[in-house]
C-alpha cells in the first residue's frame, strides 16, 4: 500500500472499527475511543474521519435497519476493508520494529 499515508487518528479510528466489527457507526466509535483515550472525542471530527477512510478505500459502509429508538432512522455501519487491514498490518509491523530496536539504555535503563 505504498503512498497511502495513514495519520495517527486514522489508525485509531481504522482500530477501533475493526474492534466494534459490525457495530461500527459513529457515535459508537466515538464513545469507544473516549473511553479508551479517556478523554471527550468530537462527534464531527469522528465522522469526517471515516468518511475519509471510506474515500482512501481503507472502510466500506452500509445501512443497518431503522429503529423506533432513532426515529425510524438507519445507522451507517463501517466495516474494514482488505486495504484496510493490510495498512494497519503494515503499521503495526513499522511500529513493531521500531519497537524492537530501542535500546533499553534510550529510556534510562528502563524497561521497554
Avoid at 38 to 65: D, N
Amino acid at each position: 500500500m505504498k503512498g497511502t499515508q495513514l495519520g495517527e487518528f486514522e489508525e485509531l479510528i481504522l482500530l477501533t472499527i475493526a474492534l466494534l466489527y459490525d457495530d461500527a457507526y459513529s457515535v459508537a466509535v466515538v464513545e469507544e475511543l473516549a473511553q479508551r483515550l479517556e478523554r471527550p472525542m468530537s462527534l464531527g471530527a469522528v465522522h469526517r474521519t471515516m468518511q475519509r477512510l471510506e474515500e482512501k478505500g481503507l472502510v466500506q459502509s452500509r445501512f443497518g435497519e431503522s429503529t423506533a429508538e432513532r426515529g425510524g432512522r438507519r445507522k451507517r455501519l463501517f466495516t474494514v476493508t482488505t486495504a484496510g487491514e493490510q495498512i494497519l498490518q503494515e503499521a503495526r509491523k513499522v511500529r513493531n520494529d521500531l519497537w524492537a530496536g530501542i535500546s533499553k539504555a534510550a529510556f534510562g535503563g528502563g524497561v521497554v
